[in-house]
């Protein structure tokens, strides 16, 4: 069974730094590609990020030069490391893994980031 | 990057009622698209992908179709679990986008 649980969000001040952890289990991660995927309290939902099987990497603009996507295959698991952190990045993070076809498939349960002082 | 717009943002569907949600892509996504259910302090659902295919474990009373960049997530006949929130997402470019969502509440 496909399982994807997130760890390491918490209240944050501004300028700060913090990694988010996303265990996975049930499928090997270096074979699909892996998303972070953040949702505002009442918000929507915004793609964050990508690392593709072959280590390839993309970022939405604003995220681009201050977070930074990592996998480590031997452990399974996924990192998003947020720096220079901003109130407009709190959120519930969530992990997500991509079917070979693209469609999100499988979602963890995510993470609550808050950024404040 | 393509913009997603969903409509409408609020539907108010008795229980048994046919609900009909539509997302519009800014420009042609192919089929590549998929909608999300999501209920009160949980995370996403896979319902549709490639516009029209069920995801699995998704009951036949939810169908997909697509016209050029515009996309329609039908329930043909709402039962109480179906009363979330519906994202549409394109996947065919970067950055990936989704929609803004439509809350499917009880009327």
């Known amino acids: 069974e496909v399982n994807l649980v997130e760890s390491g969000g918490g209240l944050i001040p501004p300028g700060e730094s913090l990694r988010l952890a996303c265990a996975a289990s049930?499928?090997?991660?270096?074979?699909?590609?892996m998303h972070w995927v953040r949702q505002p309290a009442g918000g929507g939902l915004e793609w964050v990020s990508v690392?593709?099987?072959?280590?390839?990497?993309f970022y939405e603009d604003s995220v681009r030069g201050r977070f930074t996507i990592s996998r480590d295959d031997a452990n399974n698991s996924l990192y998003l490391q947020m720096n220079s952190l901003r109130p407009g990045d709190t959120a519930v993070y969530y992990c997500?893994?991509?079917?070979?076809?693209?469609?999100?498939?499988?979602w963890g349960q995510g993470t609550l980031v808050t950024v404040s002082s | 990057e393509i913009v997603m717009t969903q409509f409408p943002a609020t539907l108010s569907v008795s229980p048994g009622e046919r609900a009909t949600l539509s997302c519009r892509a800014s420009?042609?996504?192919?089929?590549?698209l998929a909608w999300y259910q999501q209920k009160p302090g949980q995370s996403p659902r896979l319902v549709i992908y490639?516009?029209?295919t069920r995801a699995t474990g998704i009951p036949a009373r939810f169908s997909g179709s697509e016209s050029g960049t515009d996309f329609t997530l039908t329930i043909s006949s709402l039962q109480s679990e179906d009363f979330a929130d519906y994202y549409c997402?394109?996947?065919?470019?970067?950055?990936?986008?989704f929609g803004g969502g439509t809350r499917v509440e009880i009327k």
């Open positions: 997402q394109q996947y065919d470019s970067w950055p990936l986008t």
């Open positions: 997500a893994r991509s079917a070979f076809s693209g469609e999100f498939d499988s």
């Open positions: 049930g499928f090997n991660l270096d074979r699909h590609d």
């Open positions: 490639g516009a029209s």
């Open positions: 690392i593709g099987p072959a280590l390839d990497t």
């Open positions: 420009q042609s996504v192919s089929r590549n």
